[in-house]
């Protein structure tokens, strides 16, 4: 009867630890991501498509907010699926509901597809920024190529990003 309750309890334990545990309104919890170094995170998918000039077909970018295993900071990404640029940053235009776009210098990874802030006031600023608005509209200009523009329902945002919290301080 141990042995059962231990092998039940473990395979709970895995179940949640690799699996997604919530999905709402177009966002999805992960906890206990087996690639990379993260802890928790939480993504979504953009509401518009942008093209993905090597082959036409149409792409949808993700917005990822992440924390890593020994870091409880947050990190936020966004996964073009495209190539961007070849420089280590460029500039994405951040622009919320109706207001005025800003632009931000974001650094980009080996690939040139993924953007990325780490934890830091500008992070944390933008973050601020983006709690109780519904749409977030992002810019960037790919290398030689007109600028592309995404679209993502962040209505939920601020509830999933308690939830991320919670999760990368425990």
Known sequence: MKLLIKIISSIVALFFLS?????????????????DNVLAEIITTSKTPI??????????P??????????????????????????????????TDNKQIKWMKFDLDKSGEISYLKSSRKLNNLIDNLNNKKRLTIEAEPYSEPSITVDFDITELKKYLNELSNLCIN
Do not use: H
Not at 51 to 60: G, H, L, P, V
Not at 78 to 92: L, Y
């Open 62 to 95: 993700e917005l990822r907010f992440f924390c890593e295993k020994d870091n409880p900071g947050i990190f936020m990404e966004i996964n073009w699926k495209r190539f961007i640029s070849s420089f280590r940053n460029t500039e994405i235009g951040i622009k």
């Open 19 to 35: 699996n997604t545990f919530s999905q709402g309104n177009g966002w999805i919890v992960n906890l206990g991501i087996a690639s």
């Open 51 to 60: 093209k993905n000039y090597k082959n036409s077909e149409k792409i949808y």
